[in-house]
Nanobody, 119 residues
Framework: QLEDSGGGLVQAGASLRLSCAAS????????MGWFRQAPGKEREFVAA???????VDSADSVKGRFTISTDSAQNFYLQMTSLKPEDTAVYYCAGNPTWPLRASSAEYWGQGTPVTVSS
């Protein structure tokens, strides 16, 4: 019910935009966001947003570089700029009925889209 896309291989300093398409308008009542998981590491929170944009949160490691947003349909995005090799991970979109969005309680997940940043 969530389909993420947009990952790829880029050089350090480049930008990428990840997209997540929600299958139903029901998700417009949800908190939506992004997590990432690097090889050998636990899944970590990246950013979250309510559909109205009234609440937005992001991890300290991406503040000022990554921006989460929604559109008027059922899609949300993660604009990533100034990418670093340490941003390399599989990125997952996720959704939950309530704030905050946590990996342990998110109800819906995308299949993951890999991002590789070379130095």
């Amino acid at each position: 019910q969530l389909e993420d896309s947009g990952g790829g291989l880029v050089q350090a300093g480049a930008s990428l935009r990840l997209s997540c398409a929600a299958s139903e308008r029901t998700f417009r009542r949800y908190v939506m966001g992004w997590f990432r998981q690097a090889p050998g590491k636990e899944r970590e929170f990246v950013a979250a947003i309510t559909w109205t944009g009234a609440a937005v949160d992001s991890a300290d490691s991406v503040k000022g570089r990554f921006t989460i947003s929604t559109d008027s349909a059922q899609n949300f995005y993660l604009q990533m700029t100034s990418l670093k090799p340490e941003d390399t991970a599989v990125y997952y979109c996720a959704g939950n009925p309530t704030w905050p969005l946590r990996a342990s309680s998110a109800e819906y997940w995308g299949q993951g889209t890999p991002v590789t940043v070379s130095s």
